[in-house]
């Protein structure tokens, strides 16, 4: 009986599928708190009534265009902290995988007795 070639396969690299999965939990936290969520919503409901003109103090367009770009800012930042969520997500779903994958082949096979 003939054995087939075993092709090898490089590991990824654990730890940094870990430390991107504990970065994504905690902007998950991040973006779960409540004064965080608070802080964001405000800060952009006054960047929006600033850029459309509903602010009462009358405003230029220098003084829209800055709220404007501040408001451009603050949809990029709260999108950052997303994109940690979801590739933390991912690191962690390839974690899982990769713990998966060395129980089964640690583990005997089915009907077989260890002898």
């Known amino acids: 009986m003939t054995k087939t070639p075993v092709r090898k396969v490089e590991p ?3 730890g940094k599928d870990r430390a991107r999965a504990q970065r994504g939990k905690k902007a998950e936290l991040l973006l779960a708190n409540p004064l965080l969520v608070e802080a964001f919503d405000n800060v952009e409901k006054k960047l929006d009534e600033g850029w459309k003109g509903t602010v009462e103090v009358p405003s230029t367009p220098e003084t829209r265009e800055r709220a404007y770009l501040m408001h451009r800012l603050l949809v990029q930042l709260r999108t ?18 990769e713990e998966q994958k060395r129980g089964r082949s640690t583990s005997p096979k089915p009907g077989r007795s260890g002898t």
């Open 12 to 14: 990824r690299p654990e």
């Open 80 to 97: 950052e902290f997303e994109v940690m969520v979801r590739e933390g997500k991912s690191a962690a779903t390839l974690l899982d995988i």
